[in-house]
């Protein structure tokens, strides 16, 4: 009888969140969990905290409080709130956590998970773009195992001999292209937030989706696999892959190529985390070879995708370019989201701010996460406020 691990999720209403939650119910027995937290999406954190049997339910929103905490009245669930309770939750002891908030906010709870010495799930891939070297820091301070979450780094983690990195040529990331491969930039300028949330693969929340149809999701996956596997930006290749099948190869010295594959299913590179280093059963869809598989890769049009080419340009920056990057684009999305910038405007609103902070970033002294969380700080505010004068430029109206 395998031995009961125990088990935390941050960010357990999201869309990773609740495959995760999936999982650990489809094998019942094998898992006990600590704590489940949640930004403002309570009634959805209660059912999971009740089906799961947690221990502790957390709300990052401190006026959501009162109605968790009727939601799990007599449940003898402990309740709490506020974004230092979700930090207080992640660093409660658990042999697994999985960290999937979306954005920075999750730094400070994943440097907590990270602090504890076991085992760290990681798809909130932001806090590794902008703070890259002291999460990595963090985790070999603590002896923390960092289990890649992100199919494509989930794949490179599987077929990477981490034992001997020097008979790595490089490795290579698939990206489907997003739901609007085929646009032109005359169409580009009319799509809407609901066409961009409609992935042609993958099932997503908000930003990530926002993320893949401008290719900034796989700008930001250059640099998380260079944090992660420790390789220099000339050995990180992207290429488009429309089906999703193949998730990332690793080319070694002598021509080999190692590749992972699976259906385009979250479930599998989680449960791959979930089950290291064993394997767990799913019931996903699985690939069928016998149905003609074309397999089809091509070269990104990093005219058509401005944001890949800025991801090398960032890494060849250093840390401030990276936070700046990351910071302006969880700033810029909001903003399409919102109706507030036109889909076309997010990749130009990011390069806007990057270059505005050139000077002050490349003087930065970012020694450690806090001084991380005051220049993401800046570029936020600069890039609102550059968002804000655009919009009174073009309609006279002020947000
Ligand atoms: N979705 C995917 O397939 C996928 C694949 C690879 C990597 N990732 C990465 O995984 C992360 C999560 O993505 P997702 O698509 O699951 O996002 P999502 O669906 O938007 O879920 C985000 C989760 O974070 C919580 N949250 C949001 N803001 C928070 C805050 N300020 N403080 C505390 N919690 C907060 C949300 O709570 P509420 O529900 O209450 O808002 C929710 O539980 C992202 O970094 C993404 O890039 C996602």
Known sequence: MAQVKTVSILGSTGSVGRSTVDLILSDPGRFAVQALTCRSNTSLLAEQAIKLKARLAVTADPAAYGELKNRLAGTGIE?????????????????????AIVGMAGLEPVLAAIAQGTCVAIANKEPLVAAGPFVMAAARKAGTTLLPVDSEHNAVFQVFDSKRPEGIEKIILTASGGPFLKYDEAALAHV?????????NWVMGAKISVDSATMMNKALEIIEAHYLFGLPAGKIEVLIHPQSLVHALVVYRDGSVLAQMGAPDMRTPIAQTLAWPGRMETTGPRLDFTKNMNLIFYPVDIKQFKSVPMAYECLAEGLWAGIAFNAANEIAVQAFLQNELPFTGIVPAVREAVEQMAKAGSREKLQNTRDVINFDGLVRERTSYNISRDKIRTTGTHS
Do not use: K, N, R, S
């Open 79 to 99: 309740v709490a709130a506020g974004p230092q309770a979700v930090i207080e939750a992640a660093a409660l002891p658990a042999d697994w956590i999985m960290a």
């Open 192 to 200: 809407t937030p609901a066409q961009a949330l409609a992935h042609p």
